[in-house]
């Protein structure tokens, strides 16, 4: 009989919480699936594999082929989907920060992670990025683990975040502007600024342009009422959430899922954006 894993999540409160989403972890995971497609979400992750000293991240076009990544991975915003390998995520925690929350934790403009996995090390040293993953190691529990990264990831910031405030101001009001069926122009215009600076801003920031990041966020929308299982009529669905038609609605998610609306809806599902492979 197989064990019913254990998972812990949750959205830090005060000040950690104006930067990161949700913490989490996950211990005996053993689907009978072997992998699944993890869909883009605009969000920087890490993911710390407490069981092997390495990430795997599958090859979409060439399904024998995968690179690793030693260590706690890097997760940039992602343009498109990727694939993971579940038999990785036995013992293993993470974090998702906000949109433009990540900046502070790295030594690099969010726009340089954009569609890769890196190891932790190559962003803090090898030195910080071992203690990290040695430290979560020998607390234990899941919740004790889950303690200590919530405390490593607050004491980061304490140490590295001053100078950012005016940027940070800045990207909270266009994430939030951007959120409604604005134009990037109209927003950079509300905040007297180009439309280059507000770019530049983002992929710096937030690790995509703002029509990238508003283009994500409404496929995201798109999945959670998906998720709801009210909606079964998509032509509405897609007015609804801001595409010129169902055409548009098309091609956009099958840009970001390699998969059809239809074809999401009827495919297993481990969560929102994992679906299952094989």
Not at 12 to 37: C, I, N, T
Request: with cysteine; net charge positive.
């Amino acid at each position: 009989m197989s064990s019913v894993p254990t998972y812990i999540s949750y959205r830090p409160r005060g000040r950690l919480g104006d930067f990161v989403d949700l913490l989490w972890y996950l211990e005996g995971y053993r689907p009978a699936h072997h992998k699944e497609r993890v869909l883009p979400s605009a969000r920087v992750a890490m993911v710390i594999d407490l069981r092997e000293e390495q990430v795997r991240v599958w090859d979409k076009g060439e399904p024998g082929r995968y690179r690793t990544v030693r260590g706690p991975a890097v997760c940039g915003v992602q343009d498109d989907h990727f694939v993971i390998d579940t038999a990785q995520q036995e013992t293993i925690m993470g974090v998702h920060f906000r949109p433009g929350g990540a900046f502070p934790f790295f030594r690099a403009p969010i726009g340089e992670l954009a569609n890769q996995h890196l190891g932790l090390e190559d962003l803090w040293g090898r030195q910080a990025a071992s203690e990290l993953r040695e430290r979560l190691l020998a607390a234990g529990s899941g919740r004790a683990r889950s303690r200590l990264f919530e405390t490593s990831l607050l004491a980061r910031l304490d140490h590295i975040t001053h100078g950012c405030t005016e940027d940070g101001r800045a990207v909270r009001y266009a994430l939030g502007a951007l959120a409604g069926p604005v134009s990037v122009a109209e927003v950079a215009r509300r905040m007297g600024w180009s439309a280059r600076r507000l770019i530049a801003l983002f992929r710096r920031r937030v690790g995509s342009t703002p029509k990238r990041f508003q283009r994500i966020s409404r496929f995201q929308q798109t999945l959670s009422r998906l998720e709801e299982g009210s909606e079964l009529d998509l032509s509405a669905l897609a007015l609804d959430c801001g595409y010129y038609d169902q055409a548009h609605f098309n091609r956009d998610f099958q840009a970001f899922s390699g998969l059809t609306p239809s074809a999401y809806v009827n495919a297993g599902r481990a969560s929102r954006n994992h679906v299952v492979l094989e």
